[in-house]
Nanobody, 121 residues
Framework: QVQLVESGGGLVQAGDSLTLSCGVP????AAWFRQAPGKARTFVAN??????NTNYADSVKGRFTIFRENAMVYLRMNDLRPEDTAVYFC????????????????????WGQGTQVTVSS
């Protein structure tokens, strides 16, 4: 279990873009989750250890891109909407998973402290 560190959150306007980053061991499967006030933490996207496979929540598909480079995992967020406002968490675990299993937060053993993303209308 490793304490991950995210960065890149902030306050933006609807339609703007933002990129989050997180340091993740290269052998780990990595993901982003988010948690809006008063709501459960939900899956956003994940990327396989070699970066070849990605998986997205329907709500962000076509707008968000997850990718990894060296020992970092990024979440590029385009066309941000007020409903994207949340604390975003980076997570990882050593292993592989199916498309369905990768969406389960219980699979992930290492987490970051979260970074706030606020989108104003």
């Amino acid at each position: 279990q490793v304490q991950l560190v995210e960065s890149g959150g902030g306050l933006v306007q609807a339609g703007d873009s933002l990129t989050l980053s997180c340091g993740v061991p290269g052998r780990d499967n990595a993901a982003w989750f988010r948690q809006a006030p008063g709501k459960a933490r939900t899956f956003v996207a994940n990327v396989s250890p070699n970066g070849a496979n990605t998986n997205y929540a329907d709500s962000v598909k076509g707008r968000f891109t997850i990718f990894r480079e060296n020992a970092m995992v990024y979440l590029r967020m385009n066309d941000l909407r007020p409903e994207d406002t949340a604390v975003y968490f980076c997570a990882s675990f050593a292993g592989t998973c199916s498309r369905t299993a990768c969406r389960d937060r219980r699979l992930y053993t290492s987490w970051g402290q979260g970074t706030q993303v606020t989108v104003s209308s």
